[in-house]
T-cell receptor
Framework: EAGVTQFPSHSVIEKGQTVTLRCDPISGHDNLYWYRRVMGKEIKFLLHFVKESKQDESGMPNNRFLAERTGGTYSTLKVQPAELEDSGVYFC????????????FGPGTRLTVL | GEDVEQSLFLSVREGDSSVINCTYTDSSSTYLYWYKQEPGAGLQLLTYIFSNMDMKQDQRLTVLLNKKDKHLSLRIADTQTGDSAIYFCAESITGTASKLTFGTGTRLQVTL
């Protein structure tokens, strides 16, 4: 069974540009989460999809961030326009079903905004 | 509010025991977790404990929970060089597919 995959693994962009991160969850997992770790700080929750619906987007920092999960499969996280403070590692995780289940994490996308 | 704290760094000799500590503030935490991150890899769930338990053992790993003091610890027995990684403590409030709140992570260095 393939794990959670994320693309790209690294992205270096200039301030003001747009970047789109992609996450492919484990097949059949309804729950998809985005988290972010900025410069050695704690990993912070961004949002949670259940299938294609946003269940909780309380962690999204501002309206420069847009997450989608059309069709309830893969998800994208777009940052437009990117700012210096957006640099960090963006993790995606998925889990199965409505009851407690382990969240499986992808390797993350390291974003550097110059 | 939610706040999870950990010390940043721990160095131990191979073969010794490691103890990584974590404190949290939300008394309504339902599950508490330990994740491991090796270089270039994602987060791997090592173990978790339900908040009505005070101890859980799984091979070389022992988790202790002091709910009164909101203190969680992870003990690794017979620490090996392959245990070198960053260890994150995390909590979830409802436990039902809810978000995780993480600490800053403790970097464990195992020396020969």
């Amino acid at each position: 069974e393939a794990g959670v995959t994320q693309f790209p693994s690294h992205s270096v962009i200039e301030k003001g540009q747009t970047v789109t991160l992609r996450c492919d969850p484990i097949s059949g997992h309804d729950n998809l989460y985005w988290y972010r770790r900025v410069m050695g700080k704690e990993i912070k929750f961004l949002l949670h999809f259940v299938k294609e619906s946003k269940q909780d987007e309380s962690g999204m920092p501002n309206n420069r961030f847009l997450a989608e999960r059309t069709g309830g499969t893969y998800s994208t996280l777009k940052v437009q326009p990117a700012e210096l403070e957006d640099s960090g590692v963006y993790f995606c995780a998925s889990s199965q079903g409505q009851n407690y289940n382990e969240q499986f994490f992808g390797p993350g996308t390291r974003l550097t905004v110059l | 509010g939610e706040d999870v704290e950990q010390s940043l760094f721990l160095s131990v000799r191979e073969g010794d025991s490691s103890v990584i500590n974590c404190t949290y503030t939300d008394s309504s935490s339902t599950y508490l977790y330990w994740y491991k991150q090796e270089p270039g890899a994602g987060l791997q769930l090592l173990t978790y404990i339900f908040s009505n338990m005070d101890m859980k053992q799984d091979q070389r790993l022992t988790v202790l929970l002091n709910k009164k003091d909101k203190h969680l610890s992870l003990r690794i027995a017979d620490t090996q060089t392959g245990d070198s990684a960053i260890y994150f403590c995390a909590e979830s409030i409802t436990g039902t597919a809810s978000k995780l709140t993480f600490g800053t992570g403790t970097r464990l260095q195992v020396t020969l």
